[in-house]
């Protein structure tokens, strides 16, 4: 069974820093690119990342280019998004999904407040 | 950027009711499109990829149909289960686009 679990949510002030994970398992994670999505409270989703099976290409919208990163390791089955300089609009569930988008993991709640 | 138009935001229906739910794309997307299901506090469910391709084991009242900038979500008989917000998904070309999502209620 496929599954991904993302950690590493929480509380965070403007202009500070968080990463979060995502383990998967139940397929061969090498194998796949993978991708964040994020969704804002009462708001659509947005596509934050993708990154592909190797790690040496990664994309990302306007809206976070520069300020985050994603990468994998896929040794440990498991992909990450380090955030930067983060800004109260990016407060959001955000999820880790396999590509094609066929599986999501349950979400994690990042909040960026003062 | 491909705008998606989703439509209705909102739906009521009842069980038994044939439901259509349609994401409207900005330009051609050929047939990359996926729909979703997502229930409150869950994550999203695939439904149906690449336009008209049903999701293994989902059900057969599910359908999509649609190519180029317009597509639809059918349900052909609702059931209790099928209360959730839907949403479509580009993924035809960079970035990634997705329709605001269709909340489905039981009248």
């Known amino acids: 069974e496929v599954q991904l679990v993302e950690s590493g949510g929480g509380l965070v002030q403007p202009g500070r820093s968080l990463k979060l994970s995502c383990a998967a398992s139940?397929?061969?994670?090498?194998?796949?690119?993978m991708a964040w999505v994020r969704q804002a409270p009462k708001k659509g989703l947005e596509w934050v990342a993708t990154?592909?099976?190797?790690?040496?290409?990664?994309y990302y919208p306007d809206s976070v280019k520069g300020r985050f990163t994603i990468s994998r390791d896929n040794a440990k089955s498991s992909l990450y998004l380090q955030m930067n300089s983060l800004k109260s609009e990016d407060t959001a569930t955000y999820y880790c999904?396999?590509?094609?988008?066929?599986?999501w993991g349950q979400g994690v709640m990042v909040t960026v407040s003062s | 950027d491909i705008q998606m138009t989703q439509s209705p935001s909102f739906l009521s229906a009842s069980v038994g009711d044939r439901v259509t739910i349609n994401c409207k794309a900005s330009?051609?997307?050929?047939?990359?499109l996926n729909w979703y299901q997502q229930k409150l506090g869950e994550a999203p469910k695939l439904l149906i990829y690449?336009?008209?391709s049903l999701q293994t084991g989902i059900p057969s009242r599910f359908s999509g149909s649609g190519s180029g900038t317009d597509f639809t979500l059918t349900i052909s008989s609702l059931q209790p289960e099928d209360v959730a917000t839907y949403f479509c998904?580009?993924?035809?070309?960079?970035?990634?686009?997705f329709g605001a999502g269709t909340k489905l209620e039981l009248k």
């Open positions: 999904a396999r590509r094609p988008f066929d599986y």
């Open positions: 139940g397929f061969t994670f090498s194998n796949y690119y």
């Open positions: 990154i592909s099976t190797s790690g040496s290409r990664t």
């Open positions: 330009q051609n997307i050929n047939r990359y």
């Open positions: 690449n336009a008209n």
């Open positions: 998904l580009q993924h035809n070309s960079w970035p990634y686009t």
